[in-house]
């Protein structure tokens, strides 16, 4: 390889000319690739990964990822959020290396999956890029000590995320679904009148409360147009169905509840803290409210 690399540049006496770096090598018998190889300047032993230093260390940023944890007003956040917390604090880190650092201390949640077998109607998208185009409705339940089951009838915005109604009552029936569809109207258009949400598709499932004839006519006279999702599909609901994950996950399944009033004050409460403090990685990692203000700062502008 030496005696090769000695003739590079030097010049033939027969031909006048100099020799080229082919020629050399296939004299010597010596792959171009090796040649190349042995030219480019090899990294000491015990050099660091290649690319830019971070200021802080693995061990540094394992404790700012508790610290971000403790802080939430939410519990079993992920690397994702971790990393959106930790760059609102001028923190910057690499998702690979935040989700290392978090599985190597043991900061990662509890994860399960399921195996999807049944073929699915519906694969389109359900999300809206303006609030107020269509809403999802639903019911949940929760159990207490001396008043039994109670019901929560809620409404959700498809493209904020922001819950607009969260009605929790002791009736499971279409009275109290009206009263949560009431109370969302009011809200978002300031009064209950005929045709005030005209334009707004109300997204349902097919449970008794929202096929009933009495709550087709009120959310008719609203102005709703009603979009019932496919049979035992929930997906087609599924932005208020992963707002019921995060309600049982983060306030529901965590302790024992006595009676009613209890549930209606920590629901009222929860509502309020996930639409100002629970941030969504499609809305850029901001929180269902702050999307909302960035979208009415975008139109005005």
Known sequence: MSQAKTLLGQISPETGKKYSTKVILKAFGIPRSTFYDSLVAKEPKGHSKRGPKTEQSDEELAQMAREVLNESPFSGEGHR?????????????????ILRIMRENKLLAP???????????????????????????????VMTQEDGKIYIFDLIDHCTSEVLSAYVT???????????LHEAVSRECGLVKKDVARGITLRLDHGSQFTSRRYVNESKHLGFNLSYSFVAQPECNGVIERWHKTLKEQLIWTKSWKNLDEVREAVKGFVETYNNFWILEKHGYLSPREYKQSLAATKAA
């Open 81 to 97: 959020k971790v990393r959106a917390r930790l760059a609102k604090r001028n923190v910057f880190v690499g998702k690979t290396r």
């Open 170 to 180: 002791t009736k499971g029936n279409r009275f109290s679904a009206i009263s949560s």
């Open 111 to 141: 994860t399960s999956y399921c195996r999807r077998g049944t073929k699915r109607n519906h694969d389109g998208k359900i999300t809206t890029s303006v609030p107020n185009e269509c809403w999802g409705g639903d019911m949940t339940e």
